[in-house]
């Protein structure tokens, strides 16, 4: 059994840093082609994908803002956590097989415990694959919740 734990607003400093890895594979692009109805086939036909410039498949840019939101929403600042915007600059394309570092750093405190957080998504060869910066209303109650389970999906 594990747990999420939060960071409040007023334990959080300027510097303090997270992070987490993700591989990507082929169950990561249909579920999440099949959530977001973003068909796309760059990110599903290797032979419609093959003849573009990325000579491959390539995963969608927002599977990386979604591992940025849950990075956000499981470690910094953590449960409780609520997005209020987040700018992103797609700079490589990640592919099938990737291990993605999400690496998150807190940037800025800023009033009604908001705080500005560099996001950014490095790849296996260490890099930069996404370059950010969210805007999050950090906690203002320290929690620690079990961390749920989800159910197998299968296709």
């Known amino acids: 059994?594990?747990?999420?734990?939060?960071?409040?607003?007023?334990?959080?400093?300027?510097?303090?840093?997270?992070?987490?890895?993700?591989?990507?594979?082929?169950?990561?692009?249909?579920?999440?082609?099949?959530?977001s109805g973003d068909v796309n086939p760059v990110h599903l036909d290797e032979e419609f994908a093959a003849a573009t410039p990325f000579k491959g498949r390539i995963a969608h840019g927002m599977l990386s803002g979604a591992l940025i939101s849950a990075a956000i929403a499981c470690e910094l600042p953590g449960p409780g956590s609520i997005y209020i915007g987040q700018e992103l600059s797609?700079?490589?394309?990640?592919?099938?097989?990737?291990?993605?570092?999400?690496?998150?750093?807190?940037?800025?405190?800023?009033p009604k415990n908001r705080v500005r957080i560099a996001t950014r998504v490095l790849n296996q060869e260490?890099?930069?694959?996404?370059?950010?910066?969210?805007?999050v209303m950090a906690p203002t109650e320290k929690i620690s919740v079990q961390r749920p389970e989800l159910p197998l999906v299968t296709f």
Do not use: C, Q, W
């Open 90 to 110: 797609f700079l490589r394309p990640v592919r099938l097989g990737d291990e993605l570092r999400i690496e998150l750093e807190i940037l800025e405190k800023l």
């Open 126 to 135: 260490g890099k930069k694959a996404v370059d950010g910066v969210a805007t």
């Open 1 to 35: 059994m594990s747990f999420l734990e939060n960071r409040p607003y007023d334990e959080l400093t300027v510097g303090d840093h997270a992070s987490v890895s993700h591989l990507v594979t082929e169950r990561d692009l249909v579920l999440f082609a099949s959530v």
